[in-house]
């Protein structure tokens, strides 16, 4: 008898496999790890059957890389959602299990990642992904094996009649709706002259795009748009170009380490005093690692910030038990999205009453809930989440009144699918 690192009973053949067929040489092995279970008493017995039925919850996301400080929050944050789903007895008795990969930001790691989970480890839903095109390669695997994807990442061709299907979710928030609401904020208030500063993929045009057609209602002219590559830690060949466009509005289209880098060397250099900084997502780890006087001032979009527990019940819960694991702590935005993700997923599942993805399919598509925010549900021509974003600054040093103060709230754009790209944009009939 073997119990691998999961809790599982297999077999010596199943624990090696990594194609189907060799799990189901694997299946001679479990029989016989099953009886020896069995043989030791009632309580183990138990604990092995419900490892073997648990609903198994695939979760490929850049645990190595430069997206790895959001990536681990996520890991973390989906782990409560899947927790608290146990604790309230899962679906009569039948329990969640998380299982993390590491796809290393690489669309084709990713896709071998989510065929494994999904052939080998037998999981009933992905989620997870950090990336644009990272998400497309797994629902792509997803949608071949007619497997639920719930992304947990920002992506506008993820809903495009192209790569959507019926199977995929889109729990993130999307360029569109952040960069719109962005955009809307800060074009009327600051200046028409704008320039961008855009990490060369897909996430960065997307955002690029969501901001110009925001725009294209108060008028804006384009001064400049300089490209860089991924995971840069040197701005300065690209950022002279946007001190000399003069523009009144600097829209920094890049994540992560990317974004953090960038706001530091642009405030080194002074372009603070010259121009608003303004951020599609304005990231709640980047923030408390980075320098908090680069920062200070910098205006962003989010999905989440802890202080929406003072109007949401849902969010103070949320933080609570974040707070109660990890010695005090917040969630942040994209640790959010890991929760919300998950618990979409469970909320379906017991709205079911079933794994099977038909079942749930129709439970997700008639849902609207309170997971973490407020409520918000999924559109029905590509199953894109329709919810609040939020417009926040980022404060100066002397007014934070403890470590995790970092934003104010200046704006928040209401659940609506008049902030969505419409159905027939996306290719939907």
């Known amino acids: ?37 069995a043989a030791t008493g009632p309580t183990l017995f138990n604990i092995a059957y419900a490892a073997s039925s648990a ?41 969640a299990q998380l299982l993390v990969r590491d796809d290393r930001l ?37 949608r071949a094996r007619e497997t639920i994807y719930m992304s947990i990442s920002q992506s506008d061709a993820i809903n495009e009649s192209k790569d959507f299907s019926r199977y995929t979710f889109h729990e993130a928030l999307n360029p569109h709706m952040t960069a719109g609401a962005v955009g809307r904020y800060v074009f009327p208030r600051v200046g028409k002259r704008v320039a ?24 804006i002219e384009v001064v400049a748009e300089v490209t ?14 946007i001190r000399n466009a003069k523009p009144d509005v600097l829209c920094l289209c890049n994540f992560g380490n990317d974004q953090m880098h960038a706001i530091k060397q642009a405030a080194d250099l002074g372009l603070k005093n010259d121009m608003q900084l303004a951020a599609p997502v304005l990231l709640f780890n980047q923030r408390v690692h980075g320098d ?20 949401f019940e849902t969010a103070k819960m949320f933080n609570d038990a974040y707070r109660d694991r990890f010695e005090g702590r917040v969630p942040s935005d994209y640790g959010a999205y890991g929760y919300a993700g998950v618990r979409a997923l469970l909320d379906g599942v ?46 100066p040093a002397d007014q934070m009144s403890h470590a995790f103060d970092l934003f104010d709230t200046l704006a928040v754009e209401q659940a609506s699918q008049d902030n969505l790209r419409t159905c027939r944009e996306l290719g939907h009939l």
């Open 228 to 241: 860089h590559p991924i995971a840069v830690q040197d701005f300065s060949p690209f950022l002279p170009t």
């Open 350 to 395: 017991l709205k079911s009453k079933s794994v099977e993805t038909d079942a749930v399919i129709a439970a997700l598509e008639t849902s609207k809930t309170d997971r973490c925010k407020g409520p918000q549900y999924f559109r029905a021509c590509d199953h894109q989440s329709v919810q609040s974003v939020l417009v926040l600054q980022s404060k």
């Open 55 to 95: 609903i198994r919850i695939g979760f490929p996301v850049p645990l190595s890389g430069p997206y790895s400080w959001e990536a681990n929050e996520q890991v973390r944050c989906a782990q409560i959602a899947v927790d608290q789903f146990n604790a309230a007895g899962g679906l009569d008795g039948r329990i």
């Open 106 to 142: 690489r669309p084709a790691e990713a896709a071998m990642r989510t065929l494994e989970l999904i052939e080998d480890e037998q999981a009933h839903f992905i989620c997870g992904a950090l990336s644009a095109s990272v998400q497309l390669s797994v629902n792509a695997v997803a």
């Open 292 to 311: 908090v006087a680069a920062y200070a001032g910098v205006i962003g979009g989010a999905n989440y910030y802890w202080s929406l527990e003072n109007e």
């Open 1 to 37: 008898m073997i119990i691998d690192s999961r809790h599982r009973c297999v077999g010596k053949a199943a624990l090696k496999s990594k194609t189907r067929r060799r799990v189901l040489k694997g299946l001679a092995g479990l029989s016989a790890c099953t009886a020896a279970t």
């Open 196 to 219: 961008f500063l855009v990490a060369d993929y897909a996430y960065g045009y997307e955002m690029m795009r969501g901001f110009k057609r925001a725009g294209e209602a108060f008028g």
